[in-house]
C-alpha cells in the first residue's frame, strides 16, 4: 500500500517533502490539509492531542513522518534517484533554509492581514461561496492570526524582512562557493529547501508544483528584492526546470 502524504498545496514545506518524494519516484496518495477545520483529523492520524501539530505528515504503514526533513529523508532511503542527503557542507544550508522559510512567514503574513483578496483566497471556494466575500476575509484574518501566534510572529515584521535578506544573501555566497549550479556542488535536499526561501520572498508564477494565489504573489513580491537577487530568482526557475 502507498504513503499517504497530508500537505497543502501552497505551503513551502510541504512542497520539500512532495519534491523529496517526487525525485526519488517514491509513490504517495496526496490528502489535502485544510488548517484549522483540518486539525483535529491530523491529530487523530498522527495520535498527538497535545501541542502543535502541522504539515507535511507522511504515513507510511507503521511510520508517521510529521516534518519535511524527516519526509525527504525517507525518500532517500527510500527512493531510486541520486541521493539528496549525505553531501558535504549541507546540514548548515539545511539550517539557514529553515531559518529563511520562518523568516519569510514572520515577513509575509502580516501584510496578508492587510491584503483583503490574499485574505480570501485561503478560503476554500465552496466555503467561500456560503460565507461571502466579507466574511470570507474575516475567517481568513481569524486563521492566518492565529497561525501568527502558532509560530510566534509578530505583527512588525521588520526584523523578519532584514533576516530574509540575510538568507538571501548567505544563499547567493553558497551558490558561487559552489560553483554556481548547485549549493554544494551537486544537487541536493539544501537545493530543494533553500529554492523554497526565494520562492516565498520572490514568488513567480513558474514554481513548479507550489500553488500560491495571485494576490498572495503580489503581496510578497518586491521590485526592490527582485533586482538585488534577480540571479537567485534565475537559479531557481533552472533547478526547477531541471529537477521538479
Ligand atoms: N517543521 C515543520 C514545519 C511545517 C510547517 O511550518 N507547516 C505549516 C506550513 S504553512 C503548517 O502546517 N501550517 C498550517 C497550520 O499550522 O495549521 C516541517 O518542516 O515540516
Known amino acids: 500500500m502507498s504513503a499517504t502524504l497530508i500537505s497543502l498545496s501552497y505551503s513551502p514545506w510541504s512542497e520539500k517533502a512532495r519534491w523529496a ?6 509513490a504517495y496518495r496526496r490528502v489535502a490539509y485544510q488548517p484549522m477545520l483540518g486539525e483535529p483529523r491530523l491529530r487523530w492520524r498522527t495520535k498527538r492531542f497535545r501541542g502543535n501539530v502541522s504539515v507535511p505528515v507522511l504515513i507510511a504503514g507503521d511510520e508517521v513522518l510529521t516534518d519535511s526533513l524527516a519526509i525527504a529523508q525517507y525518500a532517500d532511503r527510500m527512493g531510486q534517484g541520486a541521493p539528496l542527503f549525505g553531501h558535504a557542507g549541507m546540514d548548515p544550508l539545511v539550517e539557514l533554509a529553515d531559518r529563511g522559510l520562518s523568516a519569510a512567514r514572520a515577513a509575509g503574513l502580516p501584510k496578508v492581514l492587510d491584503a483583503p483578496d490574499a485574505l480570501r483566497e485561503l478560503v476554500p471556494r465552496g466555503v467561500s461561496k456560503v460565507l461571502g466575500r466579507g466574511l470570507s476575509a474575516k475567517v481568513a484574518a481569524f486563521g ?10 509578530d505583527r512588525e515584521p521588520a526584523a523578519a524582512a532584514k533576516a530574509l535578506r540575510g538568507c538571501l544573501e548567505a544563499t547567493e555566497a553558497a551558490l558561487a562557493a559552489g560553483g554556481g549550479d548547485y549549493v554544494v556542488g551537486t544537487f541536493s535536499y539544501a537545493d530543494i529547501a533553500l529554492a523554497q526561501v526565494v520562492n516565498q520572498s520572490l514568488p513567480t508564477d513558474a ?10 504573489r503580489e503581496v510578497c513580491f518586491s521590485d526592490e528584492l527582485a533586482e538585488r537577487f534577480s540571479g537567485l530568482m534565475s537559479w531557481r526557475d533552472g533547478l526547477i526546470a531541471k529537477h521538479r
Open 21 to 26: 518524494l517526487d525525485h526519488h519516484g517514491v
Open 144 to 153: 492566518v492570526r492565529r497561525t501568527m501566534r502558532k509560530y510566534g510572529v
Open 207 to 216: 514554481m513548479g508544483k507550489l500553488r500560491l494565489s495571485d494576490a498572495y
